[in-house]
T-cell receptor
Framework: DTAVSQTPKYLVTQMGNDKSIKCEQNLGHDTMYWYKQDSKKFLKIMFSYNNKELIINETVPNRFSPKSPDKAHLNLHINSLELGDSAVYFC???????????FGPGTRLLVL | AQSVTQPDIHITVSEGASLELRCNYS??????LFWYVQSPGQGLQLLLKYFSGDTLVQGIKGFEAEFKRSQSSFNLRKPSVHWSDAAEYFCAVAGNTDKLIFGTGTRLQVFP
């Protein structure tokens, strides 16, 4: 009965590859988010979706493309991976409007 | 622009000692304020939040935080620290844009 789940938990890949990370929430929330945590533990929002519509796009390179097939899922596809994309990516969900965001366990991406 | 400052990068306390983690924010209106904890290799867990009302809020695991508008602060406290409290602690603010702005985190180390 995990609230926010992400797959995979770990992802090791070569530079130039394309990869996807999946996120699902069973909390019935309307809003979902992607955050990136860098090697210094700094957390920064990348995107948010409300009911399948893109709301926030924080000047992320267009190699990153979020997709929300329905309001319970928000996937992140990354093209042409670069070394600097190595990080932990967290998905979160909330009811929106500044309400509490619930985080998934994270996906640890390492680009070699 | 919204911002969060956590002045202490690393804090070390003895088990059983009291704890205060500092957080200062910058936001034009009354913010929504949060404290999250991240154990090594784990996701973020919400400790407590302030939306409005009583400025002293109670959270899980015996933590509390006090909102002081005059000082733009939301410091986290615990009267007696347990070894299991060793983790990274993040303060965050959410405004009307519905995105969480995180501080840089404070790493708590607990000695027996």
């Amino acid at each position: 009965d995990t609230a926010v789940s992400q797959t995979p938990k770990y992802l090791v890949t070569q530079m130039g590859n394309d990869k996807s990370i999946k996120c699902e929430q069973n909390l019935g929330h309307d809003t979902m988010y992607w955050y990136k945590q860098d090697s210094k533990k700094f957390l920064k929002i990348m995107f948010s979706y409300n009911n399948k519509e893109l709301i926030i796009n924080e000047t992320v390179p267009n190699r990153f493309s979020p997709k929300s097939p329905d309001k319970a899922h928000l996937n992140l596809h990354i093209n042409s991976l670069e070394l600097g994309d190595s990080a932990v990516y967290f998905c979160a969900s909330s009811q929106g409007g500044g309400e509490t965001q619930y985080f998934g366990p994270g996906t640890r991406l390492l680009v070699l | 622009a919204q911002s969060v400052t956590q002045p202490d990068i690393h804090i070390t306390v003895s088990e059983g000692a009291s704890l205060e983690l500092r957080c200062n924010y910058s936001y034009g209106a009354t913010p929504y304020l949060f404290w999250y904890v991240q154990s090594p290799g784990q996701g973020l867990q919400l400790l407590l939040k302030y939306f409005s009302g009583d400025t002293l809020v109670q959270g899980i695991k015996g933590f509390e935080a006090e909102f002081k508008r005059s000082q733009s602060s939301f410091n986290l406290r615990k009267p007696s620290v347990h070894w299991s409290d060793a983790a990274e602690y993040f303060c965050a603010v959410a405004g009307n844009t519905d995105k969480l702005i995180f501080g840089t985190g404070t790493r708590l180390q607990v000695f027996p």
